[in-house]
């Protein structure tokens, strides 16, 4: 019988061999490998039809050496603790790697939202918040939303800690809508921030943007950013793919002279699902689902699930492809990872390519806690600074060190955390 995914038992498995890399010695291994807390709890909610009903919560946070706690919070009906344990600690990775003064950390509710009514969300939200209110806050974890959570659910819990604590702490939780503690930037934040990165990857490789061409999976947020950003600078996407709804299946749809965007953002979802029909009638060919990574491109970007491209379809990306910035978690399985590496393709890794959504987070949580907004130029400035460091920072130690740029990301990440909390003296 196959052993069930344990993303912990991954996540854990990926720190021992950086562990290795960085020749760390036993005690900072046994502390890093581990959350350092975790809390586990049940949540009564009085239901609709007055019954009351026990959810049970979890918060882990993974590692604050370097600062307050920082990760989303899930509701989802699967959400195990073991789940949470891992996205805590690539959390702390990932903020570390952009040198966010943050820790990582990950919350989640076991409940399916589609059930619940809008009353029942609410004293969920703030049950949560009871729940942990002495544990979490602007100075020690700050949540955020994740899969199935939303702008509501974060102004609740904030109203929530705010009639515990009495006074307005909107540092507490970002996510937050723009007008009522929310960043300007944060919707455009995770694709520009993918955009960012790819520029300075064609820097180096001496490639003009005016010169590529780019394919994308995935036609929601950070794909619709990305394609914005990377037009600007002179690219042309030629190939976006997307969920059809009706069809249960993906479509590609393909341009050759180049997609536009605000046209197909007219005929799109808000799910970014394209009309299959409205496409047809503006000229765009539609092809296979897979089709997005076979095409001859220099850059594919992979901006809509994990575990796309993989053994199986690894060979069918194009020779004419030289970058894959990854702007959905885990798109690149680690033997097709391998196998692209191999041949030379510069895979941009998601903890560095789709950072600029924490980065943005952190952005918020600074204002929120002054208390004094930022313009979108201000934020998006900062963002491309923050986001085009971490590149740098990554790409010389890739050289240096002759690594992958993941491998790069993860020594330096890994290493600043075991840093400090070696220098607070705790290992
Ligand atoms: P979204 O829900 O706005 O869009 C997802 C897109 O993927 C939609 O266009 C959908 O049709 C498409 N899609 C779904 N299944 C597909 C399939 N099988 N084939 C092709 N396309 C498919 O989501 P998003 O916010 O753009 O996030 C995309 C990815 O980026 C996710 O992996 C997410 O975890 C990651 N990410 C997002 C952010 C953020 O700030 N939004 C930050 C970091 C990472």
């Not at 009085?46 to 009351?52: A, G, L, N, T, W």
């Not at 002759?402 to 020594?411: F, G, I, Q, T, W």
């Given at each position: 019988m196959t052993k069930p995914f344990n993303a912990f038992a991954m996540a854990q498995a990926q720190f021992d061999r950086v562990a290795d890399l960085l020749e760390l010695s036993e005690s900072p291994r046994a502390l890093l490998r581990n959350p350092l807390r975790e809390y586990h709890f049940s949540i009564p909610v009085?239901?609709?039809?007055?019954?009351?009903r026990v959810f049970s919560?979890?918060?882990?946070?993974?590692n604050d050496a370097r600062g307050p706690s920082k990760g989303g919070i899930r509701f989802h009906p699967q959400e195990t603790v073991d789940t949470v344990r891992a996205l805590a600690m690539w959390m702390t990775w990932k903020c570390s790697l952009l040198d966010l003064p943050l820790g990582g950390g990950k919350g989640g509710v076991i409940c399916d939202p589609h059930e619940?009514?809008?009353?029942?969300?609410?004293?969920l939200c703030r049950g949560w918040v009871r729940q942990l209110a002495r544990n979490v806050g602007p100075l020690s974890d700050v949540p955020a939303?994740?899969?199935?959570?939303?702008?509501?659910h974060m102004l609740w819990m904030l109203d929530e800690y705010e009639t515990i604590f009495g006074g307005h702490y909107p540092g507490f939780i970002t996510g937050k809508p723009v007008g009522m503690g929310g960043s300007l930037g944060r919707k455009e934040?995770?694709?520009f921030g993918v955009v960012f990165t790819v520029r300075e990857a064609l820097k180096q490789l001496k490639i003009r943007p005016d010169d590529t061409t780019a394919s994308i999976q995935g036609f929601g947020n950070v794909a619709q950013h990305a394609i914005q950003l990377y037009e600007q600078l002179g690219g042309k996407?030629?190939?976006?793919?997307?969920?059809?709804?009706?069809?249960?299946?993906?479509?590609?749809?393909?341009k050759k002279d180049g997609v536009a965007l605000e046209e197909l953002r007219g005929i799109t979802d808000r799910f970014g699902g394209i009309d299959k029909t409205k496409a047809a009638d503006l000229g765009y060919e539609q092809l296979g689902g897979d089709a997005w990574l076979t095409q001859e491109v220099d850059i594919l970007i992979p901006a809509a699930l994990e575990n796309q491209i993989n053994a199986d379809n690894a060979s069918s990306v194009s020779k004419s492809v030289k970058i894959i910035a990854e702007g959905a978690n885990g798109p690149t399985t680690p033997d097709a990872n391998d196998q692209l590496v191999e041949r030379g393709v510069l895979i941009i890794p998601d903890f560095l390519a789709n950072a600029g959504g924490v980065t943005c987070s952190y952005f918020e949580q600074v204002q929120s806690n002054m208390n004094y907004y930022w313009t979108r130029d201000e934020v998006l400035g900062k963002l491309d600074r923050t986001v085009t460091a971490a590149y740098l920072d990554v790409s010389e130690m890739a050289s240096r060190r002759?690594?992958?740029?993941?491998?790069?990301?993860?020594?330096i990440a890994v290493s600043r955390v075991a840093t400090a909390c070696s220098e607070r003296g705790w290992v």
């Open positions: 009085r239901m609709d039809d007055s019954s009351v919560g979890f918060r882990v946070q993974h619940l009514s809008l009353g029942e969300q609410e004293r939303p994740d899969v199935m959570t939303n702008a509501q934040a995770t694709g996407v030629t190939c976006v793919s997307c969920w059809d709804q009706r069809d249960g299946c993906s479509h590609s749809y393909r002759e690594l992958s740029l993941r491998d790069a990301a993860s020594v």
